[in-house]
């Protein structure tokens, strides 16, 4: 592709360097768990695109589903009025979902979700008379969003420190990682709610198994323990399941995994895996009851998207095929392979410092070979650089991640099997032989 066409093209987060040099892979096809290149390279796809592509490339079904919604209505809005394609898909989504979490407010991105879930819980205090419970408080390194209000909750300065001032009142406690133990990382949260005052918090926000920082599982109990918080002090829980939803951790939500039903749960990706954008917020029953029934008697917010009736057909289509074709049982058939694989991985290089993770979403730590951390200098020349290059030449598409320490970011298409688990990990074998001959 030519440079003077490719850079109409504004790409996302990625370095001027590549912008101005037109120095882009342009991937034009996909089926499975692959992609290739417009030079016809075939890349295992090991990210499933950006935690997204559940259901792996290349499937016509889903396309033919999207064709017949658009020949029979391509468009109503999800206010005034609904179509039959919206009402399916809330309803589809609210049985699989925890609890009593049963009504689905849709829009287009994860981001957009979690602006959503911040308005939901401001609007809920302050119909119940508490005017000053606005505030959020979310964990260091995690990503949630790029919109103002979903950066204000993102715990990544480096993402957030150009577009201060940002919303206020929105407050960080350290992850997981951070503490020793549960009762040390749920005390945070209660520290920080006594410090601003629980008559000004609206709502605590993690994922059950945190991508920023890599892969982090939670301890025993800790999301009990963020629960109990939340009950405590008239707080609402909000698990954000932007990755962890649709079978990432081998469960329909992470909530699942954790054992905990939140009040809201935001989920977008690996709702259409990827074939048509989607955000959602899904709310318990009792919350928006008590909204509706208020003075305010609406939730006010919406969008032209939300809800779009091919987005929605694309929805079901994708849900409809991972329920029956039992995709999810096959991460939970695989992920002890997967699991072991990695270890073996982890006992046959030095460099590997720690893998992380659950179901199909795992991160590889990378070290100095005497298993000290990386610099911040070797960091940023491993991830920026050096890894990018490695992994292209592995033939695979898996992220290089710096929030931390130096990793790999693993989470292939839910419809691998061993074969493509083999695959993956012979080329992270390749990659990480070659990183730790570069730093010996
Ligand atoms: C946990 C989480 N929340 C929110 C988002 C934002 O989603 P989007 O990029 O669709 O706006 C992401 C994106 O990766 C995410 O991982």
Known sequence: MKVSDIQHLLYHFTPGRMWLDGDMTVFVRGEGCYIWDEEGKKYLDGLAGLFVVQIGHGRSDLANAAAKQMEQLSYTPTWAAVHPTAVDAA????????????????????????????KFARQH??????????????????????????????????????????????????????????????????????????????????????????????????WEGLRALCDKYDILLHADEV????????????????????????????????????????????????????????????????????????????????????????????????????????????????IRGTGYFYAIELGMPDGQPMNEKTTKRMVGEVLPRYISDAGLLIRADSRGQAKLMLSPPLIARTTEIDELLAGVDQVVTRVAGDLS
Do not use: C
């Open 91 to 118: 309803k589809l989504i609210a049985s699989l979902a925890p609890g009593d979490l049963d009504t689905v407010f849709f829009v287009s991105s994860g981001s957009e979700a979690v602006d959503s879930a911040i």
């Open 125 to 222: 205090h302050r119909n119940r008379g508490n005017h000053w419970k606005t505030g959020v408080i979310s964990r260091d390194m995690s990503y949630h969003g790029t919109t103002i209000g979903a950066l204000s909750v993102t715990g990544l300065e480096s993402i957030r420190e150009p577009f201060h001032p940002l919303l206020p009142n929105m407050h960080k406690v350290g992850n997981t990682l951070q503490y020793p133990d549960a009762d040390s990382a749920v005390q945070a949260f209660e520290d920080k709610i006594l410090e601003v005052g629980p008559e000004h918090i609206a709502m605590i926000s993690a994922e059950p198994v945190q991508n920023g920082g890599g892969a982090l599982v939670p301890p025993e109990g800790y």
């Open 243 to 354: 990755i962890n939803a649709f079978g990432r951790l081998g469960r329909w939500f992470g909530s699942d995994l954790v054992g905990v039903v939140p009040d809201l749960i935001t989920f977008a990706k690996g709702a259409t895996s990827g074939y048509a954008p989607i955000g959602g917020l899904l709310i318990r029953r009792p919350h928006v009851e008590a909204l509706m029934k208020s003075v305010d008697g609406t939730f006010t917010h919406g969008s032209t998207w939300g809800g779009h009736p091919m987005v929605m057909a694309v929805a079901i289509a994708n849900i409809t095929a991972l329920r029956d074709e039992h995709i999810l049982e096959n991460v939970v058939e695989h992920q002890d392979y997967f699991k072991g694989e990695l270890d073996r991985l982890a006992d046959a290089h030095s460099v590997v410092t720690d």
